[in-house]
């Protein structure tokens, strides 16, 4: 099953309550959340207390992106503001493997990323504990930028790794998701869709979340038919 995960971070920040309750609206059944560190990525956005207000606010579950240096240091913090999947990069600092336990122990799913320049086998050791693994098709740290392409094998090489191991994982894309790229990583095995501007800059939203679902079914169906 597609799910579409619309990333506040193109939205409009002083209506924040309004825009999720427009994307759960729309159909969209996460709402990503993009917290960076301006130390890990060139950029800052939004924290804990953020996370906290957003909770209150949002009818669908939160999947929190942390963009941060130093996750173990806040993960569990970040469970108890409200994350109900808290993802971290496995270029940051700690134990991923104990970074993972934690975000378990608080009550939270947790998530691996991995930037572009990271090989999948990287994110092998954690298929068995992880509940999801992110591809990343831009470079971390802000919206808008062109889809990379050329993850797709990585997508195809960590969904032939879990098949495998018989595990559900599932795989997240975030960066350039938008009609067009939607079937590509579909058909590669993601199926959770991260997207920003496609969504939030492409009113009204129903129109733009269906848009993306109905293209990654094509591309899953096309890739489904051929094998
Ligand atoms: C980038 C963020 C993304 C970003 C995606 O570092 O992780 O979630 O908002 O934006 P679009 O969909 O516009 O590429
Ligand atoms: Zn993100």
Redesign the pocket.
Known sequence: MILISP?I?SSDFANLEREVRAVAEAGAELV?V?VMDGHFVPNLTIGIPVVEALKKACPVPLDV?LMISEPGRYAERFVRAGSDLLTFHLESEGDAGQIIRTIHAAGAKAGVALKPGTPAQAAFPYLLEADMILVMTVE?GFGGQKFMEDMCPKIRAIRRECEKLGRAVDIQV?GGIAPGSAAKVAAAGANVL?AGSSVFGKPPYHQAVEAIRRDAQRGLLEAQRSK
């Open positions: 990333s971070l990503h993009d992106h971390p975030d991260v």
